[in-house]
């Protein structure tokens, strides 16, 4: 992500606030340290990963609760 000084913020806030909207963010910085980072308000609205988001799209076998049960149990043989 592009760094830019306040000054350098200042001087070009318009131009770097278009490339913000166009979907390129940047931070701001004081002295080389970061202080902000500006992105599109479209960005920060964008609604997050839910889980469930495959419900209806996938199968679950009946049986999924005990696939590999015997080889579960064999591997806990060995330990005896």
């Known amino acids: 992500m592009r760094q830019v000084n ?25 002295s080389g340290k970061p202080m902000v980072t500006v992105l599109s308000c479209a960005d920060a609205q964008k609604p997050k990963k839910r889980i469930g988001f495959l419900k209806g799209k996938i199968t679950v076998p009946d049986d999924f609760d005990r696939m590999g049960g015997s080889e579960i149990a064999l591997s806990f043989q060995d330990m005896e």
């Open 6 to 30: 306040i000054h350098e913020a200042k001087t070009h806030l318009s131009a770097l606030i278009d490339s913000a909207v166009k979907g390129t963010p940047f931070i701001i910085a004081k």
